[in-house]
């Protein structure tokens, strides 16, 4: 099932609006075919088999390959691409800080399928204005974070080991402090907003007004609304007494937020003791590279823009636009694009466009060959080819999508 699909069913690579498109533009491309090295012919004539034979691959093939997909198997997947990126690209995960959210879907509802919605939990390595997305789970809208992250953090520790990811940050959907106990225990610091509504932060706001704690003057938010607020943060250190699920060393961060006509204040907490207060908010400030990453895939990629098409499809777009994005990423920083990390939280390309070869088939093997090529070697072998002069005019003028 995912043989061919890693490379071709992330329509937003190519800049497909739908799944109907892609044989008519993929496997009808020389560049494309030339790039993937597969054999037009062998598609086209029976590629793969059914219990009625041979059929070829086309979009609607790929559509009810993936109808009977369920999200484990979009998770296995990725759980081997994760296992060969970890042992090929080490580079890539050198600074071992993590982050996780989910990003949710809406599939409208089609002539023969209801509207249904999901989200994908993302687990991604973070990079200088990135974060690639490294293993994702597809489930219900319903499912809580914490149930879903406690499930991907596991999944990934199977690949590449418990304690790998060293830092991970993850916002309060996640907050349990004994699956924060159990991450401090396997190596992984954690840090995390806090609610409003939970005792460590009363407590944070008391210990606030104490003799002796100050305040320190931090950069405003990069908020859209005006007029921004004055920042201020106090480190808190100790604060694991404060936290009674949560039995491990914490360090706090306080930022009060002063507007015109009012005062608002929110707590960050990292299991880790003895982190300044600047430290914990700018690894906070990390987080949001995955928001950012999301946006990029929204806007640019399309990748919810999702047709109305049976859930297991939606799943497999979604998945392979994820995927196509973090191969893409990788690629780039092959080469010299690397220098500029602006562009790695990007667009796909362009849509490549045909190129002037054409594919000269000879029983099982074919050529790409340029116009001028052909027409020398039919020059050359006139009479061998007059006998074969139908079948090449209707190929030429299958070129050039006049059947």
Request: include cysteine; hydrophobic fraction near 45%.
């Amino acid at each position: 099932m995912f043989f061919f699909c890693n490379t071709l069913v992330h329509r937003p690579l190519w800049h497909l609006p739908r799944l109907q498109p892609i044989e008519h533009t993929l496997f009808r491309s020389p560049y494309i075919l030339r790039q993937l090295g597969f054999n037009a012919r062998q598609i086209d004539a029976g590629f793969y088999r059914t219990a009625t034979g041979a059929k070829p691959f086309t979009a609607g093939a790929i559509a009810a390959a993936f109808v009977r997909s369920q999200p484990e198997d979009f998770l296995a997947n990725q759980q081997q691409v994760l296992r060969a990126l970890w042992d090929y690209c080490p580079g890539q995960f050198q600074s071992a800080l993590w982050a996780m959210d989910s990003v949710h879907f809406k599939v409208p509802r089609g002539a023969h399928t209801p509207e249904q919605a999901f989200k994908a939990c993302v687990l991604g390595v973070w990079q200088e204005s990135v974060v690639w997305p490294m293993l994702w789970m597809l489930v219900p809208s319903t499912e809580a974070e914490i149930t879903v992250g406690r499930k991907l953090v596991t999944a990934a520790e199977a690949v590449i080991g418990e304690g790998t990811i060293r830092h991970l940050l993850v916002d309060r959907g996640y907050l349990d402090g004994a699956w924060l106990t159990e991450l401090h225990a396997r190596g992984t610091r954690v840090t995390i907003g806090v609610r409003e509504d939970m005792r460590i932060m009363e407590d944070m706001r008391n210990l606030s007004r104490l003799p002796g704690q100050t305040w320190e003057q931090a950069e405003a938010p990069k908020i859209h609304a005006e007029p921004k607020p004055e920042r201020a943060i106090m480190s808190l250190p100790a604060m694991e007494a404060e936290w009674e699920a949560c039995d491990v060393p914490l360090s706090a961060c306080l930022i009060r937020d002063t507007y015109p006509d009012e005062v608002r204040y929110r707590g960050l907490v990292t299991t880790e003791p003895h982190i300044p207060a600047g430290d914990i908010l700018s690894d906070d400030r990390k987080r949001w590279t995955l928001e950012e990453v999301f946006m990029t895939l929204t806007c640019y990629w399309h990748f919810d823009d999702l047709p109305a098409c049976r859930l297991g499809v939606a799943y497999a777009m979604s998945h392979f636009a994820l995927l196509a994005f973090t191969l893409m990423g990788f690629y780039l920083q092959e080469t010299d694009a690397v220098i500029d990390i602006r562009t790695w939280n990007k667009a796909p390309p362009p849509l490549p466009l045909p190129e002037r070869e054409l594919a000269v088939y000879a029983g099982p093997h074919f050529a790409l060959l340029f116009p001028s090529q052909l027409v020398t070697i039919i020059l050359e072998h006139m009479d061998a080819w007059q006998a074969n002069r139908e079948q090449l005019l209707m190929a030429l003028r299958l070129t050039e999508g006049n059947t």
